[in-house]
């Protein structure tokens, strides 16, 4: 066990095998961001098939909040896959975020994150509290439930489960 290290302004202790990722020149570690949370056995192979997807998409600002992302999925009760697709399908992995905003929250309007961090928390709460199915929280995330009734994000729905089966 490593000691405790800052990420996102909480300290955790977690293993070091988590992530090591150079940032502007200094080599950070990221953790959860739990207090004294420490991934299951298993949970490095699930970090790891969310660092790949972002493998495809050079200079990803999320590269390293992988854990987190995996982290928030077992906490909110989420396919771990679906925040990192989203942040794809959104924002081609942050490389076109709106300051914080990787997931699209609120089309980008109105709240201003202060970390992606923050916004991957929002979002993944706003995606547990749509419950339903993986597809029916896609599709609200898209088009809200009457544009989901409308089937205004057939499409959208279609490619994220795609790419969701694609991350394994």
Excluded at 29 to 44: H, M, T
Aim: charged letters at 20%; glycine letters at 10%.
């Amino acid at each position: 066990m490593a000691a405790a290290v800052h990420a996102d302004d909480v300290v955790v202790s977690a293993p070091v095998f988590v992530a090591d990722v150079a940032r502007d020149g200094v080599q950070v570690v990221v953790l959860p961001p739990v207090p004294g949370e420490v991934l299951a056995q298993g949970d490095a192979e699930r970090v790891d098939v969310v660092r790949r997807l972002y493998v495809r998409y050079p200079g990803s600002p999320l590269v390293g909040l992988e854990p987190l992302m995996v982290a928030l999925a077992d906490e909110l009760g989420l396919d771990y896959r679906l925040l990192p697709v989203i942040t794809v399908m959104e924002s081609s992995a942050g490389l076109h975020a709106c300051g914080f905003n990787v997931t699209g929250y609120g089309s980008c309007r109105g709240r201003v994150f202060e970390s992606f961090a923050e916004g991957l928390r929002v979002s993944a709460a706003t995606l547990a509290g749509y419950g339903g199915d993986t597809a029916w929280k896609l599709c609200v995330w898209n088009q809200g439930a009457t544009g989901c009734a409308a089937g205004l994000a057939d499409n959208y729905v279609a490619q994220a489960l795609w790419m969701l089966e694609e991350q394994r």
